[in-house]
């Protein structure tokens, strides 16, 4: 009896757990993407009609602006965030006085939801109340910075904040692979007369590129899945300007009564996460079998 239960113990305890991911997840999953073939609307309709919603999907031209957006913010958000990161954790890596404090002052917006950054940013951007009033308050009465309500340019505020929260997160990953590049090899490059910039470039950060990667796919995920920052930030406006695919799928399932064409979406979206995380696992497993 008692090596019964030293040998299944672990398996009943457990079974809850992947019960409920099974059903909650992939159950889920596979509800909307049954959903994406029908023409359900406020409720669930059983009628099959094949890729009727993918077609709206991509005919609809809100959804061609939120993929415009996705691709804009991705692009940014991953480069920006990328260059700042590596530049912070070059900076902490020089043994630098107080690096504890900085490196917290660094990670801290990391610890603040999505929903408290919007919002704050939103502040911090509004002409009203923000930068444009502080700056002109000293004088510069000529002086804008509307992006916040231009609607070229709203997509762009969401990129300021998702890099101000995230940077810090890229500078940790970096620093810690940083802090894991044998000594040796710097120390050899030194007595061959390689300047600091020179170590950096051809020692160094080549031998960082699976941080590079694992940096990316966190903040490809991170950009596709964005939701509470852009609603919290400019709400999709002005108009449907800054809407992302996830803005887009939360406003037709919910707000429009069209869960046909939200479910579609959302396995659009979701597509998009696997083309990122599939070749990152292929990759992890080939390099642990290797």
Not at 30 to 39: D, R
Not at 47 to 63: I, K
Not at 219 to 228: E, G, N, R, T, W
Request: net charge positive; hydrophobic share 55%.
């Amino acid at each position: 009896m008692f090596k019964y239960l030293e040998t299944h113990l672990p398996k009943l305890v457990l079974a809850p757990t992947v019960i409920a991911m099974l059903v909650c997840m992939y159950g889920f999953i596979a509800w909307t993407a049954g959903l994406s073939f029908t023409k359900s609307r406020m409720l669930p309709q059983w009628e099959f009609v094949g890729l009727d919603q993918y077609a709206r999907l991509f005919s609809n031209p809100r959804w061609q602006v939120a993929l415009d957006n996705l691709f804009i913010f991705v692009f940014l958000f991953i480069l920006v965030s990328l260059v700042l990161g590596l530049l912070l954790a070059i900076f902490l890596d020089q043994k630098v006085r107080a690096e504890g404090a900085l490196r917290t002052i660094y990670l801290y917006p990391m610890a603040i939801s999505f929903v408290v950054t919007g919002t704050a940013w939103k502040w911090i951007l509004n002409p009203g109340l923000g930068i444009e009033k502080l700056v002109r308050d000293f004088g510069f009465t000529d002086f804008e910075f509307r992006w916040l309500v231009e609607q070229d340019m709203a997509i762009y505020t969401i990129v300021i904040a998702a890099v101000w929260q995230s940077s810090g997160f890229v500078m940790a990953m970096f620093l810690a692979g940083l802090r894991g590049v044998d000594d040796n090899l710097v120390k050899a490059a030194q007595i061959d007369g390689a300047s600091k910039i020179q170590t950096y470039w051809h020692i160094i950060l080549p031998m960082m590129k699976p941080v590079f990667f694992g940096a990316i796919v966190v903040l490809a995920h991170i950009a596709i899945k964005s939701f509470d920052l852009v609603q919290a930030l400019t709400g999709g406006g002005p108009g449907y300007a800054s809407d992302l695919p996830a803005n887009f799928m939360y406003t037709f399932a919910f707000s429009r009564a069209q869960m046909g064409l939200g479910a579609a979406s959302a396995m659009i979206m979701l597509c998009g996460v696997l083309a990122i995380l599939v070749p990152y696992l292929y990759s992890e497993l080939r390099t642990k079998r290797s």
